[in-house]
């Protein structure tokens, strides 16, 4: 079945290190795939998108993703934490009519 | 700048009784969903609508049933509320049904006591 997998239920991080969020896949071909955030009692904001082409996708808030075929993945990054980071993560992947969540990562920022 | 608006954002429910929630989206998007979310679940896809007058059931449509009423508005009813339908709800709405990134409201959380 076509799928995402977040491996990492929570993730702590101290303030100003930086951040990398596991996400892998299982579609064929060529996969479209998101990361969304959600702060605490809001609805999800899409932080970047892989369609195609460049395997390094830059979003918003500081974020990037590198798509990984070799291992099917599709890793978030952010090289310096801010305490506004803190929220929960979600990964989706385009399931041929619509998104399909992977279970998502809470992260947690240390001061 | 609405985006996509529901309501309403809390509601408390016994078992048996019916409700509808609403979503209305102000973006001229063709395509709109409805997903729960339940801790450690992800969200998950009840139904969806690809465009004005179609709706389609998604991974977890029993017990619900929806209506597009417009291209703006998308509603998901309760018939009879279960406990097992408490979660939050999240309406979401993309240009056109494809790869497109989605725009969500910020929810609705119902209890079912």
């Known amino acids: 079945a076509q799928s995402v997998t977040q491996p990492d239920i929570h993730i702590t991080v101290s303030e100003g290190a930086s951040l990398e969020l596991r996400c892998n896949y299982s579609?064929?071909?060529?996969?479209?795939l998101f990361w969304y955030v959600q702060s605490p009692g809001q609805g999800l904001q899409l932080l970047l998108k892989?369609?195609?082409?460049?395997?390094l996708v830059q979003g918003i808030k500081g974020f990037e993703a590198e798509f990984k075929r070799s291992q099917s993945s599709f890793n978030l990054r952010k090289p310096s934490v801010h305490w506004s980071d803190a929220a929960e993560y979600f990964c989706?992947?385009?399931?041929?009519?619509?998104?399909?969540f992977g279970k998502g990562t809470s992260l947690l920022v240390t001061p | 700048n609405a985006g996509v608006t529901q309501t309403p954002k809390f509601q408390v429910l016994k078992t048996g009784q019916s409700m509808t929630l609403q979503c209305a989206q102000d973006?001229?998007?063709?395509?709109m969903y409805w997903y729960r979310q339940d801790p450690g679940m992800g969200l998950r896809l009840i139904y969806y609508?690809?465009?004005?007058?179609?709706?389609d059931k998604g991974e977890v449509p029993n017990g619900y049933n929806v209506s597009r009423l417009n291209k703006r508005e998308f509603s998901l009813r309760l018939e009879s509320a279960a406990p097992s339908q408490t979660s939050v709800y999240f309406c979401?709405?993309?240009?056109?049904?494809?790869?497109?990134?989605?725009?969500f409201g910020s929810g609705t959380r119902l209890t079912v006591v």
């Open positions: 892989y369609f195609s082409g460049d395997t």
């Open positions: 609508s690809a465009s004005e007058g179609t709706t």
């Open positions: 579609y064929g071909a060529t996969p479209y």
């Open positions: 989706a992947g385009y399931s041929g009519y619509a998104l399909n």
């Open positions: 973006m001229n998007h063709n395509s």
């Open positions: 979401a709405s993309s240009e056109e049904a494809g790869p497109y990134g989605y725009t």
